[in-house]
């Protein structure tokens, strides 16, 4: 049974820094790309960002690129976001994915596979 569990999320001050992580089980994690989701109230789910099953192939979402960095630890078998310079609009629900597709294809969320059950980030200006 696979599972993916999201950690790491919390309210923050505008221009504060968090670290989301995602620890995966019941798949073989070096086969698989990995992305984080947000959804805001309102909103529809957004891609922020996608690792491949390597690591070596890195994307983002415009709105997040020099704030944001994801990775991933194959032995510890969990994907990080590190967030920083929060701003009130990244406040959503994120959510990890995982899939085993090329890189680009873990920009839709309707191609990832298995899904983690999502963990709250709240900034306040």
């Known amino acids: 049974q696979v599972q993916l569990v999201e950690s790491g999320g919390g309210s923050v001050q505008t221009g504060g820094s968090l670290r989301l992580s995602c620890a995966a089980s019941?798949?073989?994690?070096?086969?698989?790309?990995m992305s984080w989701f947000r959804q805001a109230p309102g909103k529809e789910r957004e891609f922020v960002a996608a690792i491949s099953a390597g690591g070596l192939n890195i994307l983002y979402t415009d709105s997040v690129k020099g704030r944001f960095t994801i990775s991933r630890e194959i032995p510890k078998n969990t994907v990080y976001l590190q967030m920083n310079s929060l701003k009130p609009e990244d406040t959503a629900v994120y959510s990890c994915?995982?899939?085993?597709?090329?890189?680009?294809?873990?920009?839709?969320?309707?191609?990832?596979?298995?899904w983690g059950q999502g963990t709250q980030v709240t900034v306040s200006s």
């Open positions: 994915a995982a899939a085993q597709r090329s890189l680009g294809f873990l920009r839709l969320a309707s191609q990832c596979e298995f």
């Open positions: 019941g798949l073989t994690f070096s086969s698989y790309s």
